[in-house]
């Protein structure tokens, strides 16, 4: 059996907890409320929709979030494999395997905005941790990097 060199679980940063997205959303809508019926009553009445829209896109917003932030990505690196197990949001997961020994780490340092973590190997790439910081990716590009040369010297 091979010995597990890197066991590390991605996942984006989780938004609120849904109890306080729930409150969150019912003050704003008691505030668009009051200030929706404020117009009204001075004969705006076209502003109320918007301010109900406004509501929607909130909820609609925090929902989307809330869906993202269900994804990862399990990556296991043993001296012989180098195994990515991808779970989108949405969808199946999908499994990417790469021997260690050819993997090539690829991170702008120091990491720019736009920076990707990109694993190369025969022609391949595959980026990683796309949801995380550019200053979380450098880390765990490092990390990485330090297990695949335990794994290439086991």
Same mark, same amino acid.
């Given at each position: $059996?091979?010995?597990?060199?890197? =066991?590390?679980?991605?996942?984006?940063?989780?938004? $609120?907890? !849904?109890? +306080?997205?729930?409150?969150?959303?019912?003050?704003?809508?008691?505030?668009? %409320?009051?200030?929706?019926?404020?117009?009204?009553?001075? @004969?705006?009445?076209?502003? +109320?929709?918007?301010?109900? +829209?406004?509501?929607?896109?909130?909820?609609?917003? %925090?929902?989307?979030?809330?869906?993202?932030? #269900?994804?990862?990505?399990?990556?296991?690196?043993?001296? =012989?494999?180098? *195994?990515?197990? #991808?779970?989108?949001?949405? @969808?199946?997961?999908?499994?990417?395997?790469?021997?260690?020994?050819?993997?090539?780490?690829?991170? =702008? =340092?120091?990491?720019?905005?736009?920076?990707?973590?990109?694993?190369?190997?025969? @022609?391949?790439?595959?980026?990683? @941790?796309?949801? $995380?910081?550019?200053?979380?990716?450098?880390?765990?590009?490092?990390?990485?990097?330090?297990?695949? *040369? *335990?794994? !290439?010297?086991?």
């Amino acid at each position: $059996m091979n010995t597990v060199l890197l =066991d590390a679980m991605l996942r984006p940063n989780p938004p $609120m907890s !849904r109890q +306080a997205l729930l409150i969150i959303l019912i003050v704003v809508t008691l505030f668009n %409320f009051a200030f929706a019926l404020s117009f009204v009553l001075r @004969g705006a009445w076209p502003v +109320a929709p918007f301010m109900g +829209a406004d509501v929607a896109l909130l909820a609609w917003a %925090f929902r989307a979030s809330r869906r993202a932030a #269900r994804r990862y990505e399990h990556l296991t690196l043993t001296a =012989d494999n180098l *195994r990515i197990l #991808r779970q989108p949001a949405k @969808g199946d997961a999908d499994e990417v395997a790469f021997n260690p020994y050819w993997v090539r780490v690829e991170m =702008d =340092d120091p990491p720019e905005p736009w920076s990707q973590l990109t694993l190369r190997s025969h @022609g391949k790439g595959l980026q990683i @941790g796309s949801f $995380m910081s550019p200053d979380a990716r450098a880390a765990f590009a490092c990390v990485l990097r330090s297990a695949l *040369r *335990r794994a !290439r010297v086991s």
